[in-house]
């Protein structure tokens, strides 16, 4: 007997996250600022069956549509996540999350003396792409690189 399917309803109108790994969901949500006291409704749902990844989680926002930018962040920690736009309960637009060439801001340089990390310089932290899968980043200020699995405690939020 197969195992039994988990079965949450869709949305109205709002944002659909698929295909994020297994484990990440409330890594994505932490990104696109969802703490759940906004009185959104959301969905989020984790360690679900999938063809293409074995797991996954999914999230569902309803009224909310996503800036450029927390999509390219999506990117960094969850390359494989599907965005879905859904109107009128249905799917009008959905495309692959995209790293962007260069990364500012969003990520703390992880050596403490980067001219990024010194508390009264206001410089922005800025990394390069060395390579995309798997991900490696170096900042543009230090030359450190930063991989993939540390990426998620680097997130600034
Ligand atoms: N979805 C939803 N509410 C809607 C429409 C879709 O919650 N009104 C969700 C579906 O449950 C699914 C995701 O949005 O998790 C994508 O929907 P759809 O494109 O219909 O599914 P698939 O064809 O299986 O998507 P893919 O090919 O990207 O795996
Ligand atoms: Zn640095």
């Known amino acids: 007997m197969s195992e039994p399917t988990l079965v949450v309803s869709k949305?109205?109108?709002g944002t659909v996250i698929d295909h994020?790994?297994?484990g990440r969901a409330l890594d994505v949500l932490k990104i696109i600022g969802l703490s759940g006291r906004e009185g959104i409704r959301t969905a989020i749902i984790m360690n679900v069956e999938s063809k293409k990844l074995g797991r996954k989680d999914i999230i569902k926002v309803e009224g909310k549509f996503l800036k450029q930018q927390e999509v390219s962040v999506i990117a960094l920690i969850a390359s494989?996540?599907?965005i879905n736009i859904v109107e009128d309960f249905k799917v009008v637009k959905k495309f692959n999350?995209?790293?962007p060439e260069l990364i500012e801001e969003v990520i703390t340089c992880p050596n403490t003396t980067c001219i990024t990390n010194k508390g009264n310089e206001p410089v922005k932290s800025r990394?390069?792409?060395?390579s995309r899968k798997p991900i490696t980043l170096q900042c543009s200020y230090?030359?450190?690189?930063?991989?993939?699995?540390?990426l998620h405690r680097l997130i600034k939020v």
């Open 127 to 130: 990394f390069t792409v060395v």
């Open 142 to 150: 230090c030359g450190t690189l930063v991989f993939e699995d540390e």
């Open 20 to 22: 994020i790994p297994a």
């Open 11 to 13: 949305i109205r109108a």
């Open 80 to 82: 494989t996540a599907t």
């Open 97 to 99: 999350v995209e790293i």
